[in-house]
């Protein structure tokens, strides 16, 4: 199965990193609706997408306006944008309130209730995280293959979540910090680098890649992937359009 990542950062987009957006075009889903969006149409290989929102911060739901004129009428009918029931209706309230965006949504909101099926046999499974607001991660299985996706959370290895992902092949987790300096990653309800590395050890996860990077610090120069690796070795930073498989 490959994921493709359109979108690695958090907050705002930069020349480096659209915001939060992943894709795995064989099956026709998409995790997130950030500016990453905007990269759509280069892969899309299916009749049918479905969205899954993990929340309605901006640099997560932009993008959705962006499938208005990418996808093909043919495509976004038969389109769901899946999410937090409450979250929804405020994206299509305020985002698509025609003075902030003209056009209704051509896809339908589809409020998630217990676990999804997905294409090829697959499952998605969401679990609640603490953001201010609250977040949704996603954990998706097929037969051989296993991704989790956590962003806009506080890593902690004792941290609920945890239990939720344990054994995936491949955990993408945000890490917008390079430390827990004044207490940001609390404070703000993000995550810091060496207690995303924790998470992925305790969880036993196979393959940890990194996003919802700080645009701030986005040349990742404070990041201390030694000392990550100390403590998870397989763990890297993703970048905007790279492709992994799983
Ligand atoms: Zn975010
Ligand atoms: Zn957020």
Known sequence: MKLVLLGTGGYFPTTERHTACLMLPEVGVLLDAGSGMCRLAEHLATDRLDVFLTHAHLDHVAGLTCLVNLVPPAVLSKTNVH???????????????????PVSPPFRFEPLDGPCRLPGGGTLTHFP????????????????????????????????????IRGVDLLVHEAYFADDRRDLPSLTGHSALIEVAKVAAAAQVGRLVLVHIDPQTCDQSEFDMDAARGIFVNTEIGEDRMELSF
Do not use: C, M, Q
């Open 129 to 164: 995280l603490p953001h201010p607001g609250g977040s949704l991660g996603f954990r998706l299985d097929w037969p051989g293959h296993s991704l989790a996706y956590v962003t806009d959370t506080t890593a902690a290895a004792n941290a609920e979540y945890v239990d939720h």
């Open 83 to 101: 999410g937090d029931a409450a979250k929804l209706a405020a994206v299509r309230e305020h985002l698509f309130a025609e003075p902030i965006f």
